[in-house]
C-alpha cells in the first residue's frame, strides 16, 4: 500500500472509506472496547467529509 502513496490520494472517497473499515475490522479483532470509538470516527469522517460522486 505504501508504494501507492503517490497515487492514494487521487482514489475515490468510497475506497478511502473501505480501507478505514477494513482497518477498524483489524482493530475489532485485537481491541473490542475500542470498536465503539473507531465507529464514532468513522462516522465522524463520513460526515464531515463532502461526498464525491
Known sequence: M???S???YAQ???ETVLW???MACDF???HRKTVKH???EISWYI???PLVE
Open 2 to 4: 505504501s508504494q501507492d
Open 6 to 8: 503517490g497515487t492514494q
Open 12 to 14: 475515490p472517497a468510497e
Open 20 to 22: 478505514l473499515w477494513s
Open 28 to 30: 475489532k479483532s485485537r
Open 38 to 40: 473507531l465507529r464514532k
Open 47 to 49: 460526515v464531515s467529509t
